[in-house]
């Protein structure tokens, strides 16, 4: 019997993707098997989906079904996003989610005393020392807002940025100044990969720990134990430049940054590290569990991928 003319498809594991690539203006399509966007004026652009994590999909973009099919089997997250990102309308859902996970997830958060352990340890994480005893998550919520507001005032003065403080209208993205369009599209950035990589683990994006009532709230949660080492700084030092166009230099640092930190690779595991803190033991998978889009019999050191 003869060896196939091609080899047996695998998804590609989170940490090994380029993170994020922003799309406006054009249709996304699978022409000739392959994914690309057509402009306006039938220009194609190929786009290695399979690689991407996440695709953030800007004004003026149209999908086609055999686009989010494509995007479905290879695990590629699309999110459709306002201008520069600042606001987020809707997510697709990777192939690999599992209920196990998300019911260990919701069973913690339900928990006073372990989401108030998983809360600490994301405190410990983000600020690298373990916080006060004896204080509720409340408490806790109120001591990182006030260490969050002056690290924004040292970076500030780092960057030399006219920082006032962090406001802006989500509904009127010119209205805010540099800084704090640098910032939300820094922060937008950094949302993107951090949902592409709880759907493709199997967990909620909207059931939180720390922030809870938005469809974000975990994404809100993981995204803050790595912001300041990430993305915040990057913003900083765009706004102190004053750029023509602060959004897409902003993106393009992030990009940067996301690659020399090698934070794809670190998501997945942080996510068990904090949740593993509410010391309950995960569920076993039923074993009616539907299998990934994309099977690979050799196991990929990847929770994304698991099947």
């Not at 203006?25 to 966007?37: C, I, R, S, T």
């Not at 803050?224 to 080492?229: C, L, P, Q, R």
């Not at 998501?267 to 074993?287: H, R, S």
Request: charged residues 25%; hydrophobic residues 40%.
């Amino acid at each position: 019997m003869t060896e196939p003319a091609l080899p047996a498809l695998k998804p590609i594991p989170i940490k090994d993707r380029t993170s994020i690539i922003f799309i406006e203006y054009g249709q996304l399509d699978v022409l000739d098997g392959a994914f690309v966007v057509v402009d306006k004026n039938g220009v194609r652009t190929h786009i290695p989906v399979g690689s991407v994590c996440c695709l953030m999909l800007e004004p003026g973009t149209r999908v086609s079904h055999a686009a989010v099919v494509l995007a479905a089997r290879v695990g590629c997250l699309l999110t459709w996003v306002g201008e520069g990102g600042v606001r987020f309308y809707s997510a697709g859902q990777p192939g690999g989610a599992r209920a196990d996970r998300l019911l260990y997830q919701a069973k913690l958060a339900l928990d006073d005393t372990a989401r108030l352990k998983v809360v600490r340890k994301m405190y410990e994480m983000r600020f690298k020392e373990k916080p006060p005893d004896k204080r509720s998550v409340e408490q806790l919520r109120g001591i990182e807002g006030a260490r969050v507001r002056k690290m924004y005032q040292l970076l500030a003065q780092q960057y030399r940025v006219v920082w006032k403080n962090r406001d802006y209208d989500h509904t009127e993205w010119g209205s805010g100044d540099i800084p704090n369009r640098c910032l939300s599209a820094a922060t937008a950035c950094l949302y993107g990969i951090c949902e592409a990589a709880i759907l493709a683990a199997g967990y909620a994006p909207a059931v939180g720990f720390i922030h809870t009532g938005k469809p974000q709230s975990f994404v809100y949660d993981l995204a803050d134990i790595f912001k300041f080492e990430t993305v915040v700084p990057v913003a900083f030092q765009i706004a102190g430049r004053k750029p023509h166009n602060p959004e897409r230099d902003v993106r393009l640092a992030c990009r940067d940054a996301f690659r020399q930190s090698k934070l794809l690779k670190r998501i997945i595991p942080t996510i068990e590290q904090v949740l593993a803190a509410g010391e309950m033991a995960p569920p076993v998978k039923p074993t009616e569990s539907v299998e990934i889009a994309i099977p690979n019999k050799e196991g990929l050191g990847d929770a994304g991928h698991s099947g």
